[in-house]
């Protein structure tokens, strides 16, 4: 996808209805998957930032259907909070902000699809974890984003990606770009492909339990790192999960897992120095409390004790996932660097190396919990 322009941001921004005339709109974020800017406008009636994100359709190949998802979920959980009478319920969900036309999102047929959003005030989507504080108050905002969508109505939501966190497909995807190695980058990365070979044997724990159903499908997130819910800057508390695209039918462990990779390890994703990376066990320990905090009362025994597992598998999975797009040539992760996406599959599978040292210790921990 060709980077978007600021003077194209800028005038889709104001198909939107803001309220004032946009100042600016400027790239925003850290995410790999979408483009992402911060509008600014004049005081109108309301506020005077907001969120607007062209859907990456190389990604989302049916963005109407995902806009569809997301239209449902933030209406549901807006409606629910307030009608618990959350005080800041406008701070606690993505709103989509509608277009002069009345629409939820903009553009149709073969067009970019664009969708504005109301500004997050005063609060941050971290990319690396500092203190158990906030892998405690992330697991617990998670864990209560999957209870909100628990009853949501209408029926089972799109899967946007299909087989998102389907290991198995992943290790068959990855095993197919090795054996085309279409850029010849193979040689160059033996460890890896070694490490990654060694372990297909567990790659299908969860799905053949979901498959047999010992494990059941809920509403997940799918895509639960550290910076995709935006903590309170000056509490640290959890206050609004965000990147609601891959919301959709999965396992609760694809949730936890995910958060382990990104809230555990002192190290960024894409860490060079990989002596930096490690799964810093005071860290799990918040997740699990955090986690088990907002989701004990639908957890079930078979969830909760495979925890400490997803871990190892998510983290495993991302990391194959950022090794097949390397040997397929970086089509799909935004690369800032040759070798990026190498870098970001060492980080993971040294995270999960450590993971793996650990796991009798994160059994006992969940066990006892
Ligand atoms: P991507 O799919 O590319 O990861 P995200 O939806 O996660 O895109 O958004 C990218 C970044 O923009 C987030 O990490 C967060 O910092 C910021 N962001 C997104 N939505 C909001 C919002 N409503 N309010 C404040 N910040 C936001
Ligand atoms: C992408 O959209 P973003 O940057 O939050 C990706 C996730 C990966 C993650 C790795 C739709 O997440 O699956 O785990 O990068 N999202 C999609 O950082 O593929
Ligand atoms: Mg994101």
Same mark, same amino acid.
């Given at each position: ?77 807006? +409606?629910?909070? @307030?009608? %618990?009478?959350?005080? !800041? $319920?406008?701070? &606690?969900?993505?709103?989509?902000? *509608? ?13 970019d699809r664009w969708r504005c959003y109301h500004f997050i005030d005063d609060a941050t989507g971290h990319d690396v ?42 290790? +068959?995807?990855? @095993?197919? %770009?090795?054996?085309? !190695? $279409?850029?010849? &980058?193979?040689?160059?990365?033996? *460890? ?178």
């Amino acid at each position: 996808m060709a980077p978007a322009q600021r003077d194209d941001a800028s005038a889709v921004a104001r198909e939107f209805a803001l309220g004032g005339e946009v100042l600016s709109a400027s790239p925003y974020g850290s995410g790999h998957i979408n483009d992402t800017f911060l509008v600014r406008t004049t005081p109108g009636s309301g506020p005077t930032r907001f969120i607007l994100q062209r859907i990456n359709q190389n990604v989302f190949r049916r963005p109407d259907e995902l806009m569809a998802n997301v239209e449902r979920v933030c209406a549901h959980a807006y +409606a629910k909070l @307030r009608a %618990a009478g959350a005080p !800041d $319920a406008e701070r &606690r969900t993505l709103r989509l902000i *509608p277009t002069r036309h009345g629409r939820a999102w903009l553009g149709e047929g073969p067009a970019d699809r664009w969708r504005c959003y109301h500004f997050i005030d005063d609060a941050t989507g971290h990319d690396v974890v500092r203190a158990p504080e906030q892998a405690f108050a992330a697991a617990k905002a998670f864990g209560a984003f999957q209870s909100l969508l628990a009853d949501l109505p209408g029926g089972r939501l799109h899967e946007t990606i299909p087989d998102f966190h389907h290991t198995p497909a992943r290790f +068959a995807r990855f @095993r197919q %770009a090795l054996d085309v !190695d $279409a850029h010849g &980058r193979a040689a160059a990365a033996g *460890p890896e492909i070694a490490f990654a070979l060694a372990r297909a044997d567990e790659v299908a724990v969860v799905t053949d339990a979901l498959r047999d159903g010992r494990l059941p499908e809920r509403v997940t997130h799918n895509d639960t790192k550290l910076n995709n819910v935006l903590l309170d800057d000056a509490t640290q508390e959890g206050v609004c999960v965000i990147d609601l695209d891959t919301v959709m039918p999965g396992s609760v462990l694809y949730d936890f897992g995910d958060l382990v990779r990104t809230s555990t390890s002192p190290a960024a994703e894409d860490e060079t120095d990989l002596s930096k990376v490690t799964m810093q066990f005071p860290m799990f320990a918040a997740l699990v409390r955090g986690y088990l905090e907002s989701t004990r009362g639908f957890l079930t025994p078979a969830e909760k004790s495979l925890l400490p597992f997803a871990g190892k598998l998510i983290t495993f999975e991302i990391g194959l996932r950022f090794l097949t797009d390397w040997l397929e040539g970086d089509t799909y992760f935004k690369v800032r660097r040759p070798g990026h996406n190498l870098d970001r599959t060492r980080t993971q599978f040294k995270l999960v190396a450590s993971i793996e040292s650990q796991l009798p210790a994160m059994q006992a921990l969940v066990d006892r919990t």
